[in-house]
């Protein structure tokens, strides 16, 4: 069975650019979510897709957004890059709203210059 | 606040030796898992081993065991033959929530492990 497949892995943006994230979640899973990972604040948790319905939102500004599609395949958006924004991405899976056990992709690596 | 607190920011073992990662965690909750993430160079986060609450033995995955003391509340990580392979940033990580809605791991700030030959 595939694992959580993220695109792209790398990429470069431009502070005031947008940026939208991919991923696939494992296959059966229905729960999505996504993390960054800074050396500064580690790991902190974003955003938590279900059935295409946000249901759990970290602390983060508005420019931060997603959305997950009838496939359960997520993507994640972030407006108004500012330098700070760089940071791995992971984007993680889970089967369902019980399930326990997260698995995480490989993730994306975002700089903003 | 649920807080996951990993107090040794690195650690180095030699190659086949054992090590133990430390955990600790503060929740009022009785029921729940945990768990240990290796992050390799690669950066791809890896579970390693989870530990439901209310069971009572260790669990264990091949060469990878943990000492769960639940009224401690500490949930430490044994390698035993360690590898190269096994250098890495290793997590623990604790989920709020049960698993419906409300379900976020919280993450302590790892501990860096460098397995030399």
């Known amino acids: 069975k595939a694992g959580v497949t993220q695109t792209p892995r790398y990429l470069i943006k431009t502070r005031g650019q947008q940026v939208t994230l991919s991923c696939s979640p494992i296959?059966?899973?229905?729960?999505v979510s996504w993390y960054q990972q800074t050396p500064g604040q580690g790991l902190q948790f974003l955003f938590e897709?279900?059935?295409?319905?946000?249901?759990n939102k970290g602390n983060f500004p508005g420019r931060f957004s997603g959305r997950q599609f009838s496939n359960s395949r997520s993507e994640m958006n972030v407006s108004t890059l500012e330098l700070g924004d760089s940071a791995l991405y992971l984007c993680?899976?889970?089967?369902?709203?019980?399930?326990?056990?997260?698995?995480f992709g490989e993730g994306s690596w975002l700089t903003v210059v | 606040a649920q807080t996951v607190t990993q107090s040794q920011p690195e650690m180095s073992v030699q190659e086949a030796e054992t090590v133990t990662l430390s955990c600790t965690y503060d929740t009022s909750e009785s029921n729940y898992y945990l768990f240990w993430y290796k992050q390799p160079p690669s950066r791809q986060m890896i579970l390693v081993i989870r530990?439901?609450?209310?069971?009572?033995q260790n669990a264990t995955e091949n060469r990878f065991s943990v000492n769960f003391q639940k009224a401690a509340k500490s949930f430490s990580l044994k390698i035993s033959d360690s590898q190269l392979g096994d250098t890495a940033m290793y997590f623990c990580a604790f989920p709020l929530g049960s698993g419906g809605s409300n379900y976020k791991l919280t993450f302590g700030k790892g501990t860096l492990l460098t397995v030399n030959p």
């Open positions: 993680a899976s889970r089967e369902g709203a019980s399930g326990n056990t997260i698995y």
């Open positions: 296959s059966g899973h229905r729960s």
């Open positions: 530990q439901e609450a209310y069971k009572q």
């Open positions: 897709y279900f059935s295409e319905t946000q249901r």
